[in-house]
């Protein structure tokens, strides 16, 4: 009877859409629920024809994981810079 995690995804460019993002509140964690949603929004990006993406912190292991086990593969390592003046 209640939301218990939330999971977006934008609109396809270039046959692409990024899911993302995923949130459970502490509270409901490790119950499965962002799992099924994240791979649910995953299978519909698919139906509709495009492929699906998603950004992740490599430093967190538990979401790598449930990521790689509902069928996301990693690609590529991005670097971001801030550069304070």
Request: glycine fraction near 10%; aromatic fraction near 10%.
């Amino acid at each position: 009877g209640q939301p218990v995690t939330l999971v977006a995804r934008q609109a396809a460019v270039l046959g692409w859409a990024r899911t993302g993002p995923v949130y459970t509140p502490p509270r409901f964690r490790g119950n499965g629920f962002a799992s099924a949603l994240t791979a649910t929004v995953a299978g519909r990006i698919r139906a509709e024809g495009a492929d699906a993406c998603l950004f992740t912190d490599l430093a967190n292991p538990t979401s790598n994981k449930i990521y790689q086990r509902i069928g996301f593969e990693p690609v590529r390592d991005f670097v971001h810079y801030a550069l304070n003046s």
